[in-house]
């Protein structure tokens, strides 16, 4: 039955990968630009997800590569299903992390391609995990979503803080999705998870600087590591 959920689990997440591939095409575009329905090289309209170019992340009209890459949010998505999964992840706790992974998913897509965090998705992830974590509320778990709460509000205000050093605005606005998924846990969860993004971006840059790949000063995307960060601490607490 274990191995069983796992394996639906990453053909949910293998699902969601599919429909994220047009979301992430579409929104990966300059902050000052609309979204885009067509392919930059031919015209043709936006690539249907199921298509077998589109899933090779090329247009099924001209061939040109587009975002995302071949396979990538696919499985991507699986590989994030299959982890809650394997966690043992119940209720209301395992849904709102399969909801904040299904739009982690296409925001750290679009933040590596483009270093931004779109409204489209961040105010959906937000507001889909405060509601998911409140239907456990009302499962009578009361002290968890008031954590959650507090703790989205907490999160929100520190990152509010950073944005004068340089924090981007999509951070900020995702940044009560994450402090309510830790804080469902523990306010201990809430600094490690918290904390996480920062540790990993660290170390990213530091190996980027080492193997020569990046310069000091260069600008790296910081949305793929709270993403990732945050939903790696509330599967392992």
């Known amino acids: 039955m274990y191995a069983l959920t796992i394996a639906i689990a990453s053909l949910a997440g293998l699902a969601v990968g599919m429909l994220a591939r047009p979301l992430v095409f579409a929104c990966s575009v300059p902050e000052d630009e609309p979204p885009r329905s067509h392919c930059p090289g031919c015209g043709e309209s936006l690539p249907r997800r199921s298509s077998a170019a589109a899933l090779l ?53 679009v933040d590596v391609a483009v270093h931004r965090l779109p409204d489209v998705l961040t105010r959906p992830a937000v507001l889909g995990t405060l509601a998911l974590l409140a239907g456990g509320a009302l499962g009578r778990d009361w002290s968890s979503f008031v954590r959650a709460v507090l703790a989205a509000a907490a999160v929100t205000a520190v990152y509010l803080v950073l944005t004068f050093a340089g924090l981007g605005g999509g951070d900020l606005k995702l940044a009560p999705a994450i402090g309510a998924l830790l804080g469902w846990s523990s306010w201990s969860a809430v600094l490690q998870g918290a904390a996480a993004g920062f540790v990993l971006i660290a170390l990213f840059g530091l190996a980027q600087w080492l193997l020569r790949r990046a310069k000091r000063g260069d600008e790296l995307a910081f949305g793929p590591f709270m993403v990732c960060g945050a939903l790696a601490v509330s599967v392992l607490t």
């Open 57 to 109: 992340g090329r247009c099924g009209t001209c061939g040109q590569r587009i975002p995302p890459a071949a396979l990538l949010p696919e499985v991507a998505g699986a590989a994030a299903f299959a982890g809650i999964a394997a966690s043992g992840s119940t209720g209301w706790l395992a849904a709102a992390q399969y909801w904040f992974a299904a739009c982690g998913l296409a925001l750290v897509l």
